[in-house]
Each structure stands twice: as C-alpha cells, then as structure tokens.
C-alpha cells in the first residue's frame, strides 16, 4: 500500500543490440554527432567553409542568369515533365489529382474501382483552365488525354458549364474510352520519366542521337523489398542489367562508362538497424556479388542513398565492399550523398579516409535529397531531439555547396558526380572547377534538358569534364527503368520534391518569377534570416502549442542505443507484492475518503504541476521504466519507448485540459448578480488498469482523476504490478499526496470488493467487454449514489483494403497493426477485409514479409514480437487455433525458434488464416492472428454493415486511393478510431483520442478533449451582488446623453 517504498533494489539484464564496427572508430564519431546536430550551429559552420576570397560571386550570378535566361528562351525544347510540373504545380487541386492518379491508377486491376478513382479524382479538377497555357505539346496533350480525347469538354465552355459536364460523363465510367483516354494520359506521363521498361530497352533509347549527348547511370525501379522473394528477385534484376549494360561499355572505364545505381533496401527485406546482425551477414556478400561483377565489364556501381535512419547501415555495408580485397584496382565504386542530411560534409571526410585505407577512389553523386517530408514527418512523430535534415531550402543549398567545395579538396580519393537542376549551383560549381579538375554534372531523365544542353554542346556530353567552358561538360543522366507500375512511386516522389512552389525546376520556366530570386547566393539569403530553422516547422519535441511533445529514444542512432544499454536496469521490489486483505482494502478506502476534500480543494494548477512534474520523472527515468516493462510484461524495447511516451503525453495533456476545464468561468446574468460554472472532483475513483499498456494506461487514468480533483484507488492487472508500483512512487515524488493515492494489488476478485463498495464515486477500467459488464452489474447493484463507470473495452477491429491501395504500404501496416505488441492490444487488427481482386497477391506478400519477422527476447532490439503475457494467455490462443484449423484456412504460421520454445516465456506464432464469413469470429482473440476475408468490389456496404453488426466498434483501417470511399466507409463504420492509409495502432494523445463505442466502450476517450469531465461534477453558482442594498456597478454607469 502507499507506506511502501518500491525503488528498493537494482538488477541489471542486458538489452542486446548489433554493434556496426564502423560506429566505433574515431574517424566515424563526426558523422555520429553530427545527426541532428543543431541548426543553426551547423548552417553557420557551413557558411564559414564556403568563405573564399578566390570565388568570384558576381560571376556565379552573372553565369546562372544567363542560364536561366537560355533556359526560357528555349522552354518550348524543353522537357514534357519539366513544362507538366510548370502547368500542374502541386499548389493547385489539378496537381495533387495528377499525382494521386499517377501513383494508383495502373496498378489498379479492376475495372470498377479503376471507374471510381477516375470519378474520384478527375471530376473535382478543372482541366480546361490548363488547356492551351502551355507552349509544350506534351502538356497539352496529356491535358486532353485526361478531358478523355476532347470528348468531356469541348473548348469554349465555361469553366463550371464544362467540369459539370465532364463529372456527367465520368460518373457513367462503364464506358471503355474514359478509362482507356486517361491511362492513355498517364502512360504518356509515365515514358517521360523511364528510360525504357526493360534495361534492353532503355539501352536502346540512350544510343538514339537525342540521348547520345548523354551518359547515362541505369536504376531499376521499384519498391523495397518485403520479402527474401523480392530480394532476390531485384538481385537478379541488378545482376542481368549490369551484364547488359556491361556488353555496350566497349572498357571505357566507368567514368566514361554508363553505369548502374542499386539501392540496398530493394536487396535485403530487412535493411533496418535493428536487423544490423542479418543485414552485415546477408546483405554484404550480395552487393559484393553485384560490385564484382560491375568490376568485370569495368562500369560504375553507385549505392543510391536512402531514408537517414539507414545512413550507418549503409555505409558499413559500403564499407566492407570497398575494403574487399576482391575489388583491387577497380574504380567503379560510388556512393549517393544527400545534402540535406545534416550528416553529409562530415560524410564526405569519412569517406575520403575509406578511399585512402581502401586504395581506390570513390564515385560520389551529390544529391539534395528526396525524402525531406518523410525525414520531417518521421522524427516529429517519433519526438526526437532534433530533425537529421535542415528545415530550409537554403540551409540545403548552403549544404550542398559546401559539400561540393569538400568534394573537389579531395580529387585524388573522389570523383564528383554533382545530380543538380540548379542554375545557380551550376554555375557555383563552374566558377569552383576553374581550375580544371575532374567531374560530371548528373539528371534526372525528363527533366533539366534545357539547362543541361548548354552545358554539354551539341554532340558533347562526354565532354572532358575540365568546367573552363560551360558546352565542354561531362553530365550523367539518372535514368529509371521498369514497368510503368514499378514506376509509380518514383514518379510521385519526383513530383512531390520538384512540384513544390520552392522547387528551382518548377520556377526556372516561370516567367512570374524574376531570375535575380532565382540567382541568390543561398549563403546571403541564410544570414539574413532572423532564425535559420523554418519558423513553421518546430522541433520534434515543441509541436504541440500548448505542451512538450514526449521525449523519445532514437533507436537508429548507436551513441543513444549504447548509452540506453549502459541505464537498461530493472529497479524492482524484492518480492512481488501479495495481495492484499479485505481489511487492508477498507483502510485503503477509508484514506482515500477522508483526503478527498482536501484534495478537491487543491487549486487545480497545483494539481496540474503535480501531473508536469510526473512527465519529467517519467522522461528521466525512461531506460529503467522501459527494462521493467520489458522484463515484467514482455515489451519490446521500441514498444518500451512509445509506453513511456504515451504515459508523459497523458501527465502533460491532462495538465492542460485542467487547467482550462477546471477553472471556474462567469456566465452570463442580469444586472447585480454574478454567475459562475465550474467542475469539481466526483470522490473516491477506483482506476482498475490492464496488463498489456501497464504503464501508459495505469498513468493515464490515475492521472485523470487525481487533476479532475478525486482521490484514487489504483488496482493494476496482477500480471504487472511493479510497473504500477514504479509508478505510483514517482507520482508521490512528483507532489501526490500518499493519502490521496492508494496503490491495491490483487486479481479480479480485489477488483470485485472495491467496486462494489458504496464509497466509491467513479471506476475507470480497461479490459475486457465482460468484465467491463460485471463491473457495470456490480455498480448497478450497490445502495447509494449512482456511480460513473468509464470503460475501454476491446474489439474486433477491421481494416478494408481495395484493389486501388500500394500493397507494399498494406503489407508494412498489417505487420505493424496485428503482429507488433504480439498482438496484444486493444486497437490490434482482428480481421484483413481485402478484395478479391488483389488478395491472393496480398496474400502472396504478406505471408512472405511474415517470414522475415524476429520472434524472441523483447530485450533484443531485434525482436519484432515478444511472448505473450502468461499461460493463461497462450492456451486461450491454441484454443483459437485449435478452432480455426477446423473452420479457417491456414496461410501462414512463423515458427518460433527453438530458444524460444526453451526459455519458459509463453510465445506465440503469429498466424494469417483466411475465413469465409465474420460469423466464424465470436469474440476478441487478444494475440497476434489476423484473420482474411475476401469481399468483391460491389460488396463493400454489406461488409461494413456486417463488421457493424458485430457490435464493437474501436478501431477501423482503409487503405483505398479513392478519397471519397474512404470518407464514406469512415461515416458509416461505428469505430471510435478510423484510420486511413495508415496503420491502426499507436494512437497519440491529444491527436488521436482514444476509445470506442458499443461492445467496445463507454466513452469518452482516452487523452480527448471531453474525457476529465467524467471525472467531474459540475456546480454552478449563483450571487445576488445588489443584496447589500443597490446595485453599485449599475449605478455607477455613466449617463449618456
């Protein structure tokens, strides 16, 4: 009870990660630290290595205008995707509809859907207002490809007159010509971003006259694989280009060569950091494989530069291939530098050393990067300390620059290869190369040719490189290759990082802006800002208004891992807690009782303060908390972060609700009389807490009812009570007072004699539906007060895919969705509902990506699922199973591995069976099985009205590219929590509250706006100000005339 001190004794246990060597050595530390190093420390550095009396900056300016100027006046020679992007700019409605099209629509095998998406997202654009802008005739025609070959809207109409027709006609999308009009439209797209579908194709159009200025650098295009299938089938993508490509290098050397770029991610399903032991062993001899055989034909192999949380990865794999004894005397290697990483000028030194220690030099393709927004999203999602890429554009220009300048200090250990469609940084890399040294320019395919043709000359572009005159450069082009299906996603993040206003591409042919804004030394523009970080991009850990987003551990970053490896302790009572007496109860009771005036009278900032003190604790205690989770209730280290996180999001969002819900507010009265309304704590709460989140709902409830003003009665699962007992000693040293918090431990029968005590005012549980019933019985059945119940039960949660969803994206949610946590939580995927139409590929992948899971010790950073929580559990499970092999289809079933059969912890596979009807699912199964139901495309209102009949309604997933199913399945689907395109766990508080309605909750939610007012009475007063005798205020009014 509250008289116990629990932080008593230490036992430490190891948590286990792969240590990448090159993480270790001296050489590396810069790039270590420089991850997310601050911004405004590192831009400034950067601008001081730019500083050079030598550089001639009139000259840039005056070199890049001339550019540009060239560039405009040659626009109608142009590029169809650079005058596309001109025309369609992801600032109007037409270019975000063209680039939701070009990812979804060819993928897209049926007919139906193919119908609905075309309504979708053609009917809500105005392509006539497009008709004609353009001077190209690729615009134009793909604009009438998508007005479907002039038959929608005839010129002339107007505007509204003519989208109402074409809405008309799409609407009866069974005619073939619609659909064939505009994936007519998006092949047109599609060709002006590949090179070719096969490599033979793509060699075929570089040796036509057009492409012959050009070298060129061949990538296969395509997802990242999700399974060892598609691994291998990349490999040997990789493998038979590069003999294609080797056949036509006639040994020019690869600078002279055309080459191939190979990304690692499409070569390894896991390439993760928290797969780094498989990776190393796996991944390296395949690269190696491909890097020989690049080395035979003598052509260039460049690793293509990914997500910043797989940099380290990478460059230990990069590394073990560049010391590989077998690759002496090549020097074909090369690598992609992003200089929007706050990591690549350090980089650049790295690798430097490598080439001195490999004896080679390395190819180095500089790059801006082109996950910026993923980089962005991620690390605020993930709360982390600071962003891994700078927040500007000119913070990325100065970068890049920067790098460039590194670049060519090291000509003897690497090759500049500068990818820009930059005038000005063309011309800043002209006026830096003066003095003759060795380099090309690189481009994308489709893009930059204007630009490009001054710079190489008629018939040169395998130029000498030298940069004294601007038609005698070398230049590259980055040329995709692959099916128009593979190329998809490519083309879509092409549009998405040059279709930005921002994007020099999108604004060199706009004549609207003036070159001298497109000829801006970036280093100027960045000294001139009041603060270099953008003003409407926050860090990570201030991106909420009003309150500290959650502090988090960056496991991609090794100096945190090691130092999260040196706190991994669990701080434990000796001996788990007994049960206590029904005596003890009553005093427990009692104490909280008699304290809960004092408490209600608390002013409620104090009350607050008490819940902000408890996030510091919380965060400060973060590696403890997480190894006591972990080693009590099976988490895994990343789910060990997020439990910590979300119980700080609780301390702090309830801290600032309080404060607004709970301090009194005047309302409005006549004259001489004053009205006040405010919320006032219920009584004795009885918070009675799961064992699956026993840490972030345990705080989570106790919280919300000790700043709603109530004294509380905790009673955590008996599965994890010294998480709940950590936490309860932090509350009190946080400001709790011990009276007012009483900590009960015992099993159902305990929760059975508190509830049904008439002392108490409220219970807030989570757990079960039939539990939550027999507590609600309990309730009813006591003589007194009307209780409030607060309940959060489970579901039988569903997500919907149809035929227009990414199914690598499905694949990556389902995993997240029903399988992380061992499938043990309340939001967890019960039930795949897919369409007939792509589920046997959906099945295909997901049960590959299935194999590719780590199943064991949750101390391990490699475990993706750790065991369930007891024996209890597990027998429920095989009983489950047990049934479905006798009414369901198996699909797939992981094995467990043998340690883990040995270790007594109580695993469990997970598990995909395919069933023919919801009726086949009774009730919850709280373990990681997903079960798969097939729909067809005009069935999908009787599925929601089935998976509405069931009675639950938590969460909810789709994952369909028609914008206006989506919002129609989310209105109709009675979930608490519908998620679209996403996965459909890990709600964040504040952000998406959480809870249910029907068999799966009372309501409100969870971290929601409306929640502490169940909490809460309310009490309104009202005072005669005028029973003195007058009305003072009144009286005092001056006359008017």
């Not at 169809?80 to 070009?102: F, I, K, T």
Request: glycine residues 8%; proline residues 4%.
């Amino acid at each position: 009870m509250s008289k116990v001190g629990f932080w008593i004794s230490v036992r430490r246990f190891t948590l286990r990660y792969f240590e990448l060597p090159l993480t270790t050595t001296e050489a590396y530390q810069p790039v270590l630290k420089a991850y997310r190093v601050d911004e405004t420390t590192h831009v400034r550095r950067l601008c001081q290595a730019l500083e050079n009396p030598t550089v001639d900056n009139a000259r840039i300016r005056e070199q890049a205008s001339e550019l540009v100027t060239t560039v405009r006046a040659n626009r109608a020679s142009g590029s169809g995707v650079d005058a596309l992007m001109q025309e369609y700019q992801l600032s109007s409605q037409e270019g975000v509809v063209l680039m939701c099209l070009a990812e979804a629509l060819l993928r897209t095998p049926d007919e139906a859907t193919v119908d609905r998406l075309i309504e979708d997202k053609l009917g809500s654009g105005d392509w006539q207002s497009h008709l004609g802008n353009s001077e190209s005739l690729f615009v134009n025609a793909s604009t009438w490809g998508l007005m479907l070959s002039g038959r929608i809207i005839q010129p002339g109409l107007p505007a509204k007159q003519g989208r109402s027709i074409f809405q008309r006609l799409v609407q009866r999308a069974g005619e073939p010509f619609v659909r064939q009009a505009v994936r007519h439209a998006m092949r047109i797209m599609a060709r002006q971003f590949v090179m070719g579908r096969s490599i033979d194709e793509a060699l075929q159009r570089a040796a036509t006259p057009e492409a012959s200025n050009y070298l060129h650098s061949y990538d296969m295009l395509g997802e990242a694989a999700r399974t060892r299938a598609d691994s291998l089938r990349y490999l040997q993508a990789y493998s038979g280009a590069i003999h294609a490509i080797g056949a036509t290098a006639a040994d020019q050397g690869p600078i002279k060569a055309p080459g191939i770029s190979i990304k690692l991610s499409a070569l390894h399903p896991r390439f993760e950091v928290s797969q780094g032991k498989r990776v190393m062993a796996e991944l390296t001899p395949r690269v190696l494989e491909l890097a020989r055989l690049a080395k035979h034909y003598n052509i260039g192999l460049t690793v293509d530069a990914e997500e910043a949380d797989r940099l380290d990865l990478t460059l230990a794999v990069f590394e073990q291939v560049a010391l590989h004894a077998s690759l002496a005397g090549w020097q074909g290697l090369g690598l992609a530098v992003q200089a929007y990483q706050k990591r690549a000028f350090d980089q650049l030194d790295w690798l430097a050393d490598l080439a001195d220690r490999a004896d080679r030099r390395l190819m180095i393709r500089l790059v801006k990067g082109a996950y910026w927004d993923t980089e962005i999203k991620r690390a605020q999602e993930r709360g982390l300390a600071g962003y891994p890429v700078f927040t500007r554009k000119q913070s990325t220009d100065v970068s890049y620059l920067a790098c460039a300048r590194k670049l060519l200090r090291y000509p003897a250990q690497l090759y500049p290869q500068f990818a820009t469609h930059n005038a000005y940084t063309v011309a800043a890399i002209l006026e830096y190369t003066r003095g003759g040294q060795d380099f090309e320019f690189q481009r994308l395919h489709g893009m930059g040719g204007p630009l490009y043709e001054q710079l190489t000359g008629t018939g040169t572009g395998t130029g000498t490189g030298t940069g004294t005159a601007r038609g005698t450069c070398r230049c590259r082009v980055y040329a995709p290759v692959g099916s128009h299906e593979d190329l998809l996603p490519y083309l879509v993040r092409r549009l998405l990082e040059n279709g930005a206003n921002s994007s020099f591409v999108n604004r060199i042919l706009d004549d609207r802006t003036p070159i001298v804004e497109l000829v801006t030394d970036p280093v100027a523009q960045v000294m001139s800002l009041e603060q270099i970080p953008h003003p409407q991009i926050p860090l990570p850990t201030q991106l909420f208004a009003d309150r500290r987003n959650a502090a988090s551990m960056d496991l991609s970053n090794f100096d945190t891992l090691a130092w999260l490896s040196s706190q991994w302790m669990v701080e434990h009572a000796p001996t788990a807690p007994k049960p206590v007496s029904a005596r003890e109860i009553d005093m427990a009771l009692a104490a909280a009782e008699n304290s809960f005036d004092g408490w209600a009278a608390t002013d409620v900032s104090v009350r607050a303060r008490c819940l902000e003190k408890l996030a510091e604790l919380l965060e400060a205690r973060m590696p403890a908390l997480m190894a006591l989770c972990s080693h009590e209730g099976g988490k895994t280290v990343a789910d060990g972060v997020a439990e910590v996180r979300e119980a700080v999001d609780f301390c702090r969002y309830y801290a600032v609700r309080a404060r607004e819900d709970f301090t009194p507010r005047p309302l409005p009265g006549p004259t001489g009389e004053h009205n006040q309304w405010q919320l006032r704590g219920r009584g004795v709460f009885v918070c009675i807490s799961p064992w699956n989140f026993p840490l972030a709902i345990f705080v989570g409830q106790v919280t919300a009812a000790l700043v709603a003003g109530n004294s509380v009665v905790a009673k955590p699962a008996e599965q994890t009570p010294q998480v709940a007992m950590a936490a309860v000693e932090l509350l009190y040293q946080a400001g709790a007072p011990r009276q007012v918090l009483q900590l009960i431990v015992g099993g159902a029968d305990v929760g059975a004699h508190l509830v049904s005590d008439r002392r108490v005012a409220g219970v807030a549980f989570t757990g079960s539906c039939a539990a939550a019933t027999a507590i609600n019985r309990n309730l009813a059945s006591r003589h007194g007060p009307i209780a409030t119940l607060i309940a959060e039960t489970g579901g039988l949660n569903a997500m919907l895919v149809d035929s227009s969803a990414l199914l690598e994206q499905v694949v990556a949610d389902v995993l997240q969705s029903g399988f992380q946590s061992a499938g043990q939580r309340c939001s967890a995927l019960r039930i795949l509902l897919v369409q007939d139409d792509i589920a046997d590929a959906l099945i295909s992948l997901l049960t590959g990506a299935m194999s590719e899971l780590c199943i064991g010790d949750p101390a391990d950073l490699a475990t993706d699922v750790g065991p369930v929580i007891d024996a209890e559990a597990l027998a429920t499970l095989n009983r489950h199973i047990q049934y479905l092999d006798s009414n369901a289809t198996l699909r797939k079933r992981v094995e467990v591995p043998v340690a883990g059969h040995d270790s007594g912890a109580c695993y469990f596979a997970p598990q995909l069976y395919e069933i023919t009807h919801l009726s086949q699912l009774r009730e919850e199964v709280f373990g990681p099985v997903v079960h798969l139901l097939r729909f067809r495309a005009d069935d999908i209102d009787s599925v929601i009205d089935a998976v509405n009949q069931t009675g639950y309604g938590l969460t909810f997933g789709i994952h369909s590219r028609i914008d206006s199913r989506a919002q129609a399945i989310a209105s109709r689907i009675r979930a608490g929590n519908v998620y679209i395109n996403r996965n459909m766990i890990g709600a964040v508080v504040g952000v998406q509250p959480f809870g249910g309605n029907g068999l799966s909750g009372t309501g409100p939610k969870a971290g929601g706006p409306l929640y502490l007012s169940r909490f809460a009475t309310e009490q309104s007063v009202s005072t005669n100000t005028a029973a003195a005798g007058g009305n003072a205020s009144l009286m005092s009014l001056e006359v008017s005339d």
